[in-house]
């Protein structure tokens, strides 16, 4: 290690950066010397302290979960140590503790917290927590209160090819720190007794789910019954360690490193009329359902039980080649349902995404076989994107929020967007986004009124209507006795 | 198994078949299984005998019902081959064949069946994939020449 003034002033300069703040001392880029130093502010001479290898190992970072260590607190109060595990990343800059997240790096190191100096950690330690009781009322990350409201500031000693070298020791609380990014836009807690189901955790699915976890989503329901593959994780949020695995435990498990107070259920089955009972029970639970699946049967089948069971559906997809896409949401018996959606605009609604054999087996036939089209993620993450916003809007609904000022610009019940002006389309003639001003372009989202069908099959009374229109009395037919019968 | 509202809607396809002449087709009741089945028998323009036959699924009618070709049993190409072989084709308009053979006809896909659709439309492409499939007989060319590929409206 270099002088400790040194030391003092670049830690200094780094808080103050990291707290984006003016400190008494700040780094700067020295030209002369072609490296970052370290400047005293104020000075007459400022003094100008070249940072060495030393110096930047002295930032390395060890993490420890508060709410671990106030649950470990009687146990470290009794025993005077604790063990626990470590990821550690970076060839050593940043130690994570594991019970922080879900994702351990390749290299696990033991580590203990003690309570004072002088204590002997258990054999193996290579990473020490050091408490010391301290009277500072100035909490800074390095500073743990607890349970009984003592304070204790910590130091990091990380040992290491027989020497023993000092670690910057942080605690944190990650709801609290969660929270506070969401503050004042999503109250603290406003979502968490809200259940959202998600049909299909492909791209676009995965995404929602996970944003509706990061804005605070207490229960989240997965139900899609494929595996990653290769070729998924060039658009899918999982990664290729994850290839493989069933999509619904990938998408828990990122959801997990997200909002580690989520509860997530995941159901690995396919949304077939083989299994509506299956189904029916966990829309039931939902407070708004998301339909991300990419064919007409599945959606069509979410469309009929949401309505059965009142619950609002957000259905998104994208158009082949991810062109562009559309969004639609369902209030039973409000708006139009999907089967209106249908009826209303058959062109709009068979233009689907193809990325999968299955998408394909589901369109081509044998003889006449369709490609996996490509798509692009930035493409489908503006439709995800859309398809958690009014997901969010639905959870709000009669609760407090600043994001309430939206509800006039989610009125629509379909929405419309375009990547791009795709050849051989209705919107290949669309001018381009910098020309126009009144004409609709790419890159815009359009709410788009059409009118419920009150003869709907699905939301309406579709049977009645259509007896009447062939002059057929409906009460006719509620019996049987017109129905030729076999045994 | 049945809601009321399928059972009412499966009453009315059965009177629109009858009163829009298409009275050789049936929506029949299996008292002993409850179950649906719309059939009934076809004849081609140049009088050849065949059977239709709609098992109707438990999703119905936001679930697309299959409709396979019964009779003639089996059903042969111009070259002689059984048109089941073929499973999904475009050539022949087919679909995957039923497990005991019988050949299921393209009527709507998946990806564009929706319940405004009725059965008698349903019987109406089985009617027109007969004449289609005689012409094939009769010429040696796919049946996909004699029909276009079907609309996607209803």
Known sequence: ?487 | MWTDEQRRRLVLEHEILQREGFTQFSVYWYRSTDTYEASGAASSNSGRAYSLAIPIPSGFPYQRPPMYLTEPFPLYMFDGTRVSSLGVSHQMHTLAPCSNGFVQLCHWRDARWHSNILLQKVFLKGLLWIEAYEQHLATGRPLAEFVLTMAERA
Not at chain 1, 13 to 29: C, T
Not at chain 1, 138 to 157: I, K, Q, W, Y
Not at chain 1, 252 to 260: A, E, F, G, V, Y
């Open chain 1, 1 to 487: 290690m270099g002088d400790p003034q040194q030391q003092q002033m670049i830690r200094e300069a780094m808080k103050a950066i990291a707290e984006r703040k003016p400190g008494r001392s700040k780094l700067v880029y020295d030209k002369t010397k072609r490296t970052i130093v370290a400047v005293v502010e104020g000075a007459q001479t400022p003094r100008a302290l070249n940072i060495t290898a030393d110096d930047a190992d002295m930032f390395a970072v060890v993490t420890v979960s508060s709410r671990w260590l106030r649950e470990q607190w009687p146990q470290i109060m009794r025993d005077r140590v604790t063990s626990t595990l470590f990821s550690s990343w970076d060839d050593g800059d940043a130690f994570t503790q594991c019970n922080l997240g879900i994702h351990p790096a390749p290299s696990i190191i033991q580590g203990a917290v003690l309570f004072g100096d002088g204590i002997e950690p258990p054999d193996g330690t290579q990473l020490r927590v050091i408490l010391t009781p301290t009277q500072n009322s100035n909490l800074d990350p390095s500073t743990f209160v607890a349970p009984d409201g003592s304070t204790h500031c910590a130091e990091g000693r990380r040992t290491s090819n027989n020497s023993d070298e000092a670690v910057t020791a942080v605690f944190v609380d990650v709801q609290p720190a969660l929270a506070t990014r969401r503050a004042g836009i999503l109250e603290t807690s406003i979502l968490s007794d809200k259940s959202v189901l998600v049909f299909g955790v492909g791209t676009g699915g995965a995404h929602a789910a996970i944003e509706l976890a990061k804005c605070g989503v207490g229960r989240l329901i997965l139900v899609d019954p494929d595996r990653l593959s290769v070729g998924n994780v060039v658009r899918h949020p999982g990664g290729l360690s994850q290839v493989g695995r069933l999509k619904v435990k990938v998408v828990c498990d990122l959801i997990r490193d997200k909002n580690p107070d989520a509860q997530i259920l995941t159901h690995p089955v396919a949304l077939t009329y083989a299994n509506v009972e299956t189904m029916k029970p966990l829309i039931a639970q939902a407070d708004v359902v998301i339909c991300a699946t990419d064919n007409r049967p599945s959606k069509l089948l979410v469309n009929k039980l949401c309505i059965e069971a009142n619950v609002i559906a957000v259905y998104g997809g994208a158009f082949r080649r991810a062109y562009g896409g559309q969004v639609l949401r369902v209030r039973p018996r409000q708006s139009p349902c999907h089967e209106c959606f249908v009826a209303a605009m058959p062109e709009e609604s068979t233009d689907i995404e193809v990325s999968s054999v299955a998408d394909a087996e589901e369109i081509a036939y044998s003889d006449r076989p369709v490609a996996i089209e490509p798509g692009l993620s930035l493409d489908v993450l503006p439709i995800a994107n859309m398809v958690t916003k009014l997901a969010l809007m639905e959870l709000l609904a009669g609760k407090p929020s600043s994001l309430s000022i939206l509800k006039r610009d989610f009125d629509a019940p379909w929405y419309l967007w375009l990547n791009r002006p795709e050849p051989g389309t209705q919107y290949a003639s669309w001018p381009p986004l910098s020309e126009s001003s009144d004409e609709m372009t790419i890159n815009r989202w359009y709410g788009i009124y059409f009118e419920r069908d009150l003869a709907c099959s699905a939301c309406g009374d579709f049977t009645s209507a259509l007896a009447a229109s062939y002059g057929i009395d409906a009460a006719s037919l509620e019996t049987l006795s017109s129905l030729p019968s076999k045994e």
